[in-house]
């Protein structure tokens, strides 16, 4: 990656504004790490369900192989709290993360993630010179379900419109499709079907990828790969009506995007470690 993307992309996300475009240039395919829910609370080594989240975050970290940008999808804090926020920046950079964009979830306070972390979180838009980038909030203020604004379906059409000629991957926090598991279903995206009559107008969108469910999961529509991605600290159990938490180990996804548009993906999931999940837990 050319110095305009590896050294400069985080001073253009920390003065960018909503929407702007930023653009990079590669010849080789675009290495996309997505990091998710990492839930952390207002103090170090705060736990969620018995895992100290610092820790998980940490090991899923150290454990994400060589990547041009890292996106994280949402409930970077469980509380909201400027302390998370800026545990979570010191950490990336800690590991040398330079380049990252993210966007939030439900359990985040979007102002003052955006006011800790800076406008990297107001929805940039990364184009380069095969591909888009474009993240979604589909968080609702108060309420663990997702839904997206007229402004951000605006969004999303226009910056389309203009890139006619890149293949897409748009991400958001909250689940667009039914992942199967009836009690965390009931947050889906309320605007789905517009999002998607938007996402059909545009042949060229590729991907589309979130956190909220904290679990693997992956199914094609219309010709449009949909991607869930397992969260740094806790897992839930797929295909569950009841809140269940799963044995599944913190992880990450990683994507290759190919100028043909093809998109390679794989789960990696931290190893060798004892975390002590609470199991019997009935939500949180």
């Known amino acids: 990656m050319i110095s305009i993307f590896s050294g400069l992309l985080r001073k253009a996300l920390n003065s960018a504004k909503r929407g702007q475009t930023l653009y ?37 970290l150290a454990d994400l192989s060589a990547h041009d940008l890292l996106i994280a999808s ?28 993210c966007l939030p979830g439900n359990h985040d306070d979007h102002e003052v993630m955006a006011r800790v972390m800076g406008p990297a979180v107001m929805n940039p838009v990364l184009v380069n010179d ?17 839904d997206l604004a007229d402004t951000e379906l605006t969004f999303l059409d226009k910056t389309l419109a203009r890139h006619p000629n890149h293949h897409v991957m748009v991400f958001l926090h909250h689940q667009p499709v039914r992942v199967g598991s009836a009690w965390i279903d009931q947050y889906i995206v309320r605007s789905a079907d517009r999002f998607f009559s938007i996402i059909d107008k545009h042949k060229n969108v590729r991907g589309v990828a979130w956190g909220h469910v904290h679990q693997d999961f992956h199914t094609e529509r219309n010709g449009v790969h949909l991607f869930a991605s397992p ?25 290759e995007l190919h100028a043909d548009g ?11 470690r004892d975390y002590k999940v609470d199991y019997s837990s009935h939500g949180y």
């Open 24 to 60: 990079m240039h590669t010849s080789k395919p675009i290495r996309i790490a997505q990091v998710t829910d990492p839930h952390l609370g207002r103090s170090y080594g705060d736990k969620l369900l018995g895992v100290d989240a610092d820790q998980s975050l940490r090991d899923v």
């Open 231 to 255: 969260s740094t600290c806790i897992q839930f159990k797929p295909n569950c009506d009841d809140f269940t938490l799963d044995t599944e180990m913190p992880g990450y996804r990683m994507f």
């Open 74 to 101: 949402g409930d970077i804090s469980n509380d909201g709290s400027p302390e998370s926020y800026r545990r979570f920046a010191d950490t990336i950079a800690e590991f040398g993360f330079s380049r990252y964009a």
């Open 130 to 146: 095969s591909w888009i980038f474009i993240l979604l909030n589909s968080r609702v203020p108060g309420y663990e379900y997702g």
């Open 262 to 272: 093809q998109i390679t993906t794989e789960v990696n999931r931290v190893s060798e």
